[in-house]
């Protein structure tokens, strides 16, 4: 029994020694720590207009939520873009639930409506105005590819990390080794950038997308400001 306890301490303590030895190997190997950035700006081609559609009078006639909504449909397939791309939005969902229970009449809706350039955008807020449906804006950008652009300011940022860490040692006769350590200190890369641009309705500034000057419309232009992916790496390398 004294010779079991023996060997166990005496493998435990050769365990922790080697251990030991290895931890103070790698703290005493020389080392070099670098920071590797990059950025990368990318044109939307995924721009989500938030629509209000509220019962209206014209006359003496009432233009119910669902006519206006049926002709905003029309225009939309007038102007070739799929009527999936119009959707309720997620209160309004609820928001109408709660109504057909207590079997009220709907006095708007909310809907979002995804596009894919800035073309498209002017002329939906053309047919809005057509349509006199007047509460609309723009409540965020995307890019369809963002994720894998995402991916490519990462890796763009650790090979910077690595080419400055080289340069660096190749100017004292020494080269990079082994990557100890790696450490995203942070990415500045939303799936979303959030616009909010009022184009039209009570909520208006200065942002609007054309005028009416002297009874003639005129279409302005739009540009979308890019969307900007950052990363930063931190990298610890071997130094050979």
Excluded: C
């Amino acid at each position: 029994m004294k010779l079991i306890s023996t060997l166990l301490l005496a493998v435990t303590f050769l365990t922790h020694f080697l251990y030991g030895q290895e931890q103070k190997n790698f703290e005493e190997k020389p080392y070099i720590e670098v920071i590797g950035y990059a950025e990368k700006k990318i044109i939307p081609d995924e721009i989500y207009v938030s629509i209000t559609i509220r019962e209206r009078e014209s006359g003496r006639d009432k233009i119910s939520v669902e006519q206006q909504e049926k002709e905003l449909k029309q225009a939309l397939t007038d102007l070739k873009i799929p009527l999936e791309n119009l959707t309720v939005s997620d209160a309004q969902a609820d928001y109408i639930r709660v109504k057909w229970t207590v079997k009220d009449v709907i006095s708007q809706s909310e809907y979002e409506l995804k596009l894919a350039s800035a073309q498209q955008v002017a002329s939906v807020f053309e047919k809005l105005d057509d349509l006199k449906i007047d509460n609309a804006y723009i409540s965020k950008v995307s890019n369809s590819k963002i994720k894998e652009f995402k991916k490519e300011v990462e890796i763009e940022a650790i090979q910077n990390a690595k080419s400055k860490a080289d340069y660096l040692l190749t100017a004292i006769g020494q080269k990079t080794g082994t990557a100890l350590i790696i450490n995203d200190r942070g990415s500045n890369s939303p799936d979303f950038a959030s616009e909010s641009i009022q184009l039209r309705g009570s909520r208006s500034s200065n942002n609007y997308l054309y005028e009416e000057p002297k009874q003639e419309k005129y279409l302005g232009t739009i540009q979308f400001r890019k969307i900007k992916l950052e990363s930063t790496i931190y990298v610890k390398f071997e130094v050979k």
